[in-house]
């Protein structure tokens, strides 16, 4: 396949999100706001592309500062020593699934997300876009992201399990 035409992710219409449960009764979102992601593609044909993503973890937002500085610490993604979590693809088929692997902190684990493709349209500024919608889970503790505590009712107090839930938008490149 060659892999020709470049995409980069167009920062101001995507979302890099998060879901988790907390006490398991109500689910907490957050995002990273510093992020990169592009793709190689043959032409504008994403079967088979090649995909990477980059996003900086002391970027983590949970409107909660006191919870996102706990999220920065070595309790969870250590953002001084772990600065990015990585995704590079090794798969993306037409059937909905991109494949690939996954870094956080220092661990490398392989994931299976859910994609919708949404299409391809032109924008008022000439500039060709494509639109996905992508969504996943991993376990937390796979990652070493191991910090967990019960209150005293016994109720988990954070879900090992998390939600990815990403909205991308991305810009052809001339």
Do not use: C
Not at 34 to 53: H, M, P, Q, R
């Amino acid at each position: 396949m060659k892999t020709n035409t470049k995409w980069s992710i167009d920062k101001a219409h995507s979302e890099i999100a998060f879901k988790v449960k907390h006490m398991m009764i109500s689910t907490v979102t957050g995002y990273f706001q510093d992020f990169e992601a592009n793709a190689k593609t043959d032409g504008e044909n994403f079967e088979n592309a090649l995909i990477d993503f980059s996003a900086k973890t002391a970027s983590i937002n949970t409107k909660n500062k006191d919870r996102d500085t706990h999220l920065k610490s070595d309790d969870f993604f250590n953002a001084d020593k772990f600065p990015e979590m990585k995704f590079v693809s090794t798969s993306f088929k037409k059937d909905g699934k991109l494949i690939g692997d996954l870094t956080i902190r220092d661990v490398t684990k392989k994931v299976t997300l859910d994609v919708d493709f949404n299409g391809i349209a032109v924008d008022p500024y000439g500039q060709t876009k494509a639109g996905f919608e992508i969504q996943g889970e991993v376990n937390r503790k796979d990652f070493n992201l191991t910090w967990s505590a019960v209150t005293e009712a016994g109720s988990i107090v954070v879900s090992d399990k998390v939600k990815l839930v990403l909205d991308v938008q991305l810009t052809k490149q001339a």
